[in-house]
Each structure stands twice: as C-alpha cells, then as structure tokens.
C-alpha cells in the first residue's frame, strides 16, 4: 500500500473505516431484481453468516438486514420491545456510558418508554455491577440496554458479566446490546450469553459501507413481537413483526417483499462477512486478537511515546477497535484534524457533551488491523507524533 | 452492449433498474468520514441538485436523503404530519390506485391518522376529480396522498390536476405525493404545483441502487414540524426535524450528525443526479419525453403485436416508465418468468392483491431507455414475443 496523502486519505475515524477493496468492489455489483433468485440467495447467505458472527447457536433466533443506519436499531428495539400501553413493558434501565447511551435512551423515552439512566460515576467509566444489580432488584425492567462500546467515550462494556447478572436477577427482562462499534472486533456471544437482541452497522467492526441496520434478535423476542405483544406496534418501517417475515422467508431462499432491500449493499456486507468467518469460529476469535493486539499497541503509544491521556479510565473497559484521546494541552481539534488531514489521515472531533473539545478520537478496526500490507496503524502514530510536535512549537 | 443471457441478465423490473456504468462505479467510492470536508461537499451538492430534479424554487424547501428506502418516506409523512392528538390534525384522504397507496393508508393508520381511502371504480382505474372534490369539501383533511405512479398498476396520477384542485378547494391541507416510481421519468413540478411533501428512491426513475429515502418538504411542511406542531413526534429515526437540521446543516457545506449517511450510496446519487439535470431544465423534459416514446412503443407493441391488455385502463393515465400487462390465457408467472430469465430478462410478477396471479409487470427507465446503445427494451420485446409463442405451443 502506498502512503496516505491528503488527496488519498484514509479514515481512521470510528466508523466508517477502511474497507477491503472486495467488500467495496461488491458495492458495485450489477442490479438485481430483489425478488429473483439471485438475489435471493446472497441475501438468504448474508443472514446465515450473521449468526456465525453473532455466535448464535439457536435456529429460532433470527437475524435482520435492514435499509437504515445502527440509530434505527434503536428504533427497533424501543418500538417493538417497549408497549407503553402497560405499565409491565413500560420500564427500561439504560446502562450508560456516553453519547451513544443517551440517545438510545431518548430514543427509548420517544416511543414512551419510562427509562432510567443508569450514569456512570464519571465521564470514561462505567455503572458499577453493585448499581446495577440495586437497580434491576428495585423494577422490573422490560428492556435493559448495555453499550458495548460507546463510540463517544471508547468505554468497553463487560457484555458478558453484566448480562449474566440481569439473567441471574431479571430473568424476564429482554438483554439489549448496542453492538455499533463492537460486533466483528469484540467478543459476543449472543446465545451462550442470553442475548436477546444486539444491533450493529455495517461501516464499523464489521468493515462494509454504511447503509445498514443490522440487528440480532433471539427467539424469546420473536415470540414477544410475533405472539405475546397485543398492543399495536406504533411504528411502520421500524416493525419488526413485518420484517421478521420477510428475514425468514429471504433465509429460507423463499422470494418476499415489505420495502426494496439496499442490493449493493447486502452485496458487500455477504463479502465482509464471509472474510470474517469464512475460515470458521476460530478465524472470528483470531480477529478479535489482532483487534486487542493493535488497540494496545495504539494505547500504549498514545499514553508512553506522546504522554497523553485516553479518556477510557480502565484499561480492561476500554474499546478495542477505536481510542478516544484527550487533546495535548493547547492543541484544539480544529488545528489537529485539519493538520492530520493535510497528512492523509482523517480523524475524528469528539461527541460526548461534557468533553466535547477536549478530545479527539483515532479508530482502528477492519482491514486497518489485520491487512498486515496496510502501514495504516503505523504511519498515523508517527504522524500524529510529529503533527503534536509541530502545533506545539506555535 | 452485448445481448443479455442468463449468465448477465437485464433488471427489467420497476425497480431496481439497470443503472448507468458511472452511477455504480461511484458505489464503490474509497471511505470517507461522514463528517469531514469531501464528503459534506458531495452531500452537500446532491441535496442541490435535487433542487432541480424536484423543480423547486423556494430556497426554503428542503431535501432530505436518509439511509433507509421508499417506505421509510410513508413513516416520513405519517409521523410527522399527522398529529393523532389534535381531530383537525388526523384526518388523511388517500387518493388509491392500487396496492402502494393501500400501504401508504395502513402505515398513516399506525400513526393514529382516520384515513379516508378513495377507492378507484376499478383495477387499472383512478377516483375521479369529482370524487376528489366531494371529500376534500367533507371533512378537513391534514393530508392529501397522490400515488404518482403506482407500481402495482402502473396507474399514473395526474398530479398537477389533482394539486390544483386540492389547493383551491382545501387550501390548508399537504398535499403529498409518492413518487417512487415517478420523479426522474414523470413530470412534476413541485413548487408550481404547490406540492408539500414528495417521497421518492433512488433505484426507480432516478436510476441509482437502493437503500436510501429521498424527500423534498415544502417550506410550509418545515414550519408546522419546526414550530407550528406541538405534541412530540412519535418516532426517532423517521423525525422530520431532527433530520431538517441535518440536511441544511450539509447543503450548507457544515458538517452535522444524527445518524451515520451512506456515503457510497450518496456519492452514487450524485452521479446519477448530475446525469440527469447537468444540462439544465431542457435535458430533463427531454428525459421524460425519451421515456414517454419508450412506454408507448412498448404499450402498442404489447397491445398490438401480443394482442395483451395492459392493467391501467386510460392510456392517458399509464406510467411512462412500467407496463403492468395481463397474462395471455393459459400462460402463469410460473412459467413466464423463469422462461423470461432464461433469456436474460428478469421481469416482475404481480403484486396487486386482486388480480396478483393474473399479470406480470417490465419496468422501462433509466439506461434502458436513454442510453441508445443498450438493446434493453427491444431485446425484451422481441424474446416476450417468442417466449409467449413457445409457451402457448405446449
């Protein structure tokens, strides 16, 4: 690979990343009739790759591609899962851990569920398992939501550890995992864990161009939407019971319609997939590996060669597929990025309300990672060293 | 262009088309950060073209281009326009003409809209004016829905017509239209015929992949989401204004997020849109004027030649850019389709409750009709002429 330029840049934002020149090249396959069998079975492929990357083992639990963004996944759930019509399905708990907690819970709060935000104890941590354990012992919760990386803060949820205590203590909750900027980098066990429902996007950990609303759902949740739930959904695009229809028909090679599915897109997302677990449950694992390899990799030069502070405070909690960085004293966002751009790598600004300014953030996910041809990692520590030290001579 | 075969077939569906070599090498556009200056000037030069592609000419209309598809654009319009808590805020009249106008109706139904649906006499007809105006001087209604074309009949509306009545006799009401399978092949002129609210998708008369949701809004729209409209909007993602700050923010060339945009489908909009307006108003008259020759010749030769009856009943009112014909006596869809496909021509069945076993639909827009090189719509032709012949031997 060649070195970035500012006239071929890469982004080394959290999403969309990097993508391999395959799964880009599928964006442009030929047009299709989305009810003839070609298609079809691409699609019928795609959703049987995502149980392979979801590591779901039960055949009722069902998986959704959807034209959208990762923000209607939150629609998904809150439309769906939450029926404001009793008092029962009403309660979610959001575990939060940022922006990306926030808006999942005004999302949740628009389709009048009752919501409690469960805060961190400061900004780049974590509600401690104590406050969640008194939390889900005071209500029952309908939903309870776990950011498993929140991409405004690069705080890394134990997704495993928490889930086990709502289903130790809140069996009937429905889990709910924002894997955004998680699922294809970190580890998650959607059936060993008791997931119930997990919603990602293409652009991030998984490494296709945005488009799509990918979403998880477990067999408890279909039963929820297709059986128990007698309130009308108040939503249309967002209804799952339309769409779970239309999933298991398209996985059964069987034509369906509700809306013209994004072609390209679940082209190229069928690429991505199949490059991540095509060499089976190992490969996934290995990939997480090279993830964690490279985020410390990053970490450790961000905080050692350049003296910086991540704004993760727990090393154990923090993301490895992006870093959120407090900017070098004197050094704002709108000299770095411009300056890193100049350079050929796009970095991001940073979201989270409290900090907004203060910090900037690099992500590392994808062909970034473990194409080994990529200088990717490499050349934007070293010129992110040498743009710090050239704005702080000013 | 070499003739289709099975191997490389024709989408000679209503959607997705086949789509211009340059529109769909753009889908494979190398990453870019959503937020970052290169693409904010391409976001921001599609929502101006689309200025022209929707004859506006109030700056204070705005476009709007979400990741999501053609449905999403009916969740636009019932989540925000129909305001189920307020009696004059609810009532919607569907002007219906087959199968996406009786969607159109369900989806404001779930929004609390009390949908009046204007029935046609007949499949393949459309409800009078006189029909029209009876209802409008009955009840005020919030919304007006026009079904331009609808896919299921290949029914065209005649929208100026209908719009002109609206704005005279209920002067107050939005008047929307869905022009899925029509802006970009069908004429309409947007602030001369005082449309409120259009909805459209890139993969029918605009000629691009699927996977997004276009829309224009009328300046009057934005001020009642903006300002006028009191009670919360009951959805997240289909939040009209959430987006409308979104969309000026980028035609303004500002970076701004809600949800992550598809870069690559948008880059591949751009290229589409450009096609079709860069020589300014005349080249897309010209457009609908190509596209209007193509349907008739098509019409009369299916008429004519095959002896078929198509399903719109007026001339005057069938789409320009689809036919949707009834099948020869003792021919099916199970037969034709694949026998269709086998040389190289995919086309599509019904899908009109009534009459859905009964006819099959060709779609005619895009490079299949303006680009003179391609042998699309004389390829078809000629294999549905023989394949009718040998289907009707055995």
């Known amino acids: ?13 959290p999403g969309p990343i990097e993508f391999d020149p395959e799964v880009l090249a599928a964006m442009s396959h030929s047009s299709q009739s989305h009810v003839a069998a070609p ?5 019928q ?15 009722a639990d069902q998986g959704f591609v959807i034209s959208g963004s990762g923000t209607l996944g939150w629609d998904l759930v809150a439309a769906n899962l939450i029926d404001a019509s009793l008092e029962s399905t009403k309660q979610a708990l959001v575990i939060n851990t940022g922006f990306f907690s926030d808006s999942f819970a005004t999302c949740l709060g628009v389709y009048g569920a009752k919501v409690t935000n469960l805060a961190p104890p400061a900004v780049g941590s974590y509600p401690s398992l104590e406050s969640i354990e008194s939390a889900l012992k005071q209500t029952h ?23 086990s205590l709502i289903h130790r203590v809140s069996p009937c909750s429905f889990i709910i995992v924002d894997g955004v900027c998680s699922i294809g980098v970190e580890n998650l066990q959607f059936s060993d864990w008791h997931i119930d429902f997990a919603l990602t996007a293409p652009q991030k950990a998984i490494g296709a161009p945005s488009g799509l609303s990918i979403a998880f759902a477990s067999a408890r949740v279909l039963e929820y ?13 967002a209804d799952l019971k339309k769409w779970s229809s239309i999933m298991k028909a398209m996985e059964a090679g069987k034509p369906a319609y509700f809306a013209t ?8 997302l069928n690429v991505a997939l199949h490059q991540i677990v095509s060499a089976g449950p190992g490969a996934i694992l290995d990939r997480f590996t090279k993830h964690a390899e490279a985020s410390n990799k990053i970490k450790d030069f961000v905080i050692n060669d350049l003296g910086l502070q991540i704004v993760a ?55 970034s990672v473990v194409d080994k041809s990529r200088v990717d990692v490499d050349y934007t520590l070293k010129t992110l060293k040498q743009v710090i030290k050239d704005l702080s001579k000013n």
Chains 1, 2 share one sequence.
């Open 225 to 237: 939407v297709e059986v128990t739930r007698k309130s009308p959904v108040p939503a249309f695009y």
């Open 39 to 43: 298609f079809i079975h691409t699609f």
């Open 141 to 163: 919760y309908q939903v309870v939501t776990i950011t498993h990386v929140d991409t405004s803060t690069g705080v890394l949820q134990n997704v495993q550890e928490i889930a």
């Open 45 to 59: 492929e795609t959703l049987s790759l995502l149980r392979q990357l979801f590591f779901s083992t039960n055949p």
């Open 261 to 268: 599915p994004a072609v390209q897109n679940i082209h190229s």
């Open 313 to 367: 405070l727990d090393r154990d909690h923090a993301a490895n597929g992006m870093t959120a960085i407090y900017l070098p004293e004197g050094i704002t966002n709108a000299q770095l990025l411009p300056a890193m751009a100049a350079q050929g790598v796009v970095l991001a600004g940073g979201i989270h309300k409290e900090i907004a300014t203060k910090y900037f953030r690099i992500g590392h996910m994808g062909v």
């Open 1 to 13: 690979m060649t070195t970035p330029t500012d006239e071929s840049p890469i982004a080394m934002v």
